[in-house]
């Protein structure tokens, strides 16, 4: 049986991910930084007689990881790392506190950077493995009113990326996933990062933002689908880079593929909404 580290697994894609890899025979440690939130997760894993332990990790503590995956390969090697703990939040870079910006970046970049570093020797010598990132939509394009999140994606796929070439050599796949909206509580549970102000100068940027995830939410997938992503991304034989998930990822994918810098930068200028909106909707096929 293939082992499989998930991160942030006390709720959404990480909860899914971890029943979905459970019931497709692989035992998975569930990592969470809060080890009492486990209960939802367990609750499936008991009822279902599913291969999942869970294991207290917090990505951001250099000795927390090194206690946690001591602890996962005295069972076995790591055939699988899912980095999915992150968190959001949504506010104009004037208005984003330094620690804040830190700290989105200590969580959705560093910490699985950690969590790599310590699976990546086994799977070189072992010369087999797969490490999976959970970007983001935002990950793909740079997103106003969100500089500090989506500049964290941005890393996490460039890093994605330029160890997909490092390890390639050696069999060792890597993976970025790009959910859209997804049904979870990654909203709820980012609110003290989030900022809308009625009088600020930027508040017509803040409305749109606001507006294209009402939109995304419209069309918003479950978590599990971003688990079928996740298991599709890690056994198949066409192996691929990019795993955009929902119809938002796909049209974020389509417009940074398509759609120049200059002409994205200037959708900032003082336009009207039925202009913002029109150009968003030829750009990427979404209704706002």
């Known amino acids: 049986m293939k082992n499989a580290v998930i991160t942030g697994t006390s709720t959404g894609i990480g909860l899914a ?6 019931r497709s025979g692989y035992r998975v440690f569930a990592g969470m930084r809060n080890v009492a939130k486990a209960d939802a997760l367990m609750a499936v894993a008991n009822s279902e007689s599913l291969p999942i332990e869970v294991v207290e990790l917090d990505i951001c503590s250099n000795e927390s990881v090194d206690a946690a995956f001591a602890k996962v390969s005295a069972v076995g090697p790591v ?18 506190p330094e620690d804040e910006h830190k700290q989105m970046f200590e969580t959705n970049y560093f910490g699985a950077v950690r969590c790599v570093q310590a699976v990546l020797p086994s799977m070189r010598e072992r010369k087999t493995g797969c490490i999976v990132n959970i970007s983001s939509a935002v990950g793909l394009l740079a997103t106003p009113n969100q500089i500090a999140y989506s ?35 990654i909203f709820e549970n980012s609110a003290q990062q989030t900022r809308y102000e009625k009088t600020s100068p930027y508040q017509p940027i803040m409305r749109r933002n606001g507006k294209v995830f009402a939109a995304g939410f419209k069309r918003a997938v479950p978590p599990e689908k971003v688990a079928q992503a996740i ?8 192996y691929k880079l990019r795993w ?4 938002d990822a796909q049209g974020y994918m389509n417009a940074r593929n398509q759609l120049s810098a200059e002409a994205w930068i200037e959708m900032g200028a003082d336009l009207s909404d039925q202009e913002y909106n029109d150009k968003f909707s030829e750009y990427f096929g979404i209704d706002i």
């Open 79 to 96: 055939d699988v790392l899912v980095n999915n703990a992150g968190i959001g939040g949504a506010s104009p870079l004037e208005l984003t």
């Open 231 to 238: 298991l599709a991304a890690i056994t198949t034989d066409d």
């Open 17 to 22: 991910t971890s029943v979905h890899l459970a």
């Open 151 to 185: 500049a964290s994606k941005w890393a996490l796929e460039c890093m994605g990326e330029a160890l997909a070439h490092e390890v390639y050599r050696f069999g060792v796949r890597v993976v970025n996933i790009e959910p859209g909206v997804i049904m979870t509580n």
């Open 244 to 247: 955009p998930v929902g119809p």
